[in-house]
Each structure stands twice: as C-alpha cells, then as structure tokens.
C-alpha cells in the first residue's frame, strides 16, 4: 500500500504563492500516476493537476493552466505542487493521490490512495 502526507497549506490572499508537498512511501515500480485533487465545501473532488511517476507530460485542469506546476523528485519520493496567483476559488481541502496506472488519470475513482488532505484558503 502507498502511503501519502501532504504539507504546505495554509491562508494566502489573491494573488499569492502556496507549495504544498507530498511525501510518499510504498512504490514498487515506476508505473504510478500521482495527482493532486481538491475539494470545496458543497463541491465534488476534482483533479488539479497530475503527473505520471515515469516523467513525461503532466496534467492541469484548465482554471489552473499556467498558474500551478506539478513536479515530483524521485530520488526523494516526493511530489510538488506550485501555485502562483492564487484564487479565492482555489480554496479547498487539496489531497495528494495515488494511481497504479502506467498513462495520466484525472477521475478520483481511478487513484486507489489518498493523503489525509491539507486545507489551503485564498482571500480576495
């Protein structure tokens, strides 16, 4: 099983930079994607952004394109997730996910573990 913590949340006003991280510990091969997802209050969870273990193009969901990089470090087994100009909308509890899937999934069925979440708050 893999396990997953996240850290980095916190309050931030419009307009500011949060790196929330996500310490990883059971893979076993490099076939795994790991996503990032948040949910709002009322909201369903969404993906955010997503990246495949073995390198090549990550996933952003629109309202974030251009504003958070996803990245990861294998040699320390952890994942990243930058967000620049952040947004009232932004605001949710943000989980790091893990899928045993060799290509890119956004569905929060596909990711078989979860981190225990860390909240992020954007005030305008």
């Known amino acids: 099983q893999v396990r997953l913590v996240e850290s980095g949340g916190g309050l931030a006003q419009a307009g500011d930079s949060l790196r929330l991280s996500c310490e990883i510990s059971?893979?076993?091969?490099?076939?795994?994607?790991l996503g990032w997802f948040r949910q709002a209050p009322g909201h369903e969870r969404e993906a955010v952004a997503a990246?495949?273990?073995?390198?090549?193009?990550?996933y952003y969901r629109d309202s974030v394109e251009g504003r958070f990089t996803i990245s990861r470090d294998n040699a320390k087994d952890m994942v990243f997730l930058q967000m620049n100009s952040l947004k009232p909308e932004d605001t949710g509890v943000y989980y790091c996910a893990c899928a045993p899937h060799y290509l890119i999934r956004t569905r929060a069925i596909d990711y078989e573990d979860w981190g225990q979440g860390t909240q992020v708050t954007v005030s305008s």
């Open positions: 059971g893979l076993t091969s490099s076939r795994y994607v």
């Open positions: 990246i495949r273990w073995s390198g090549g193009d990550p």
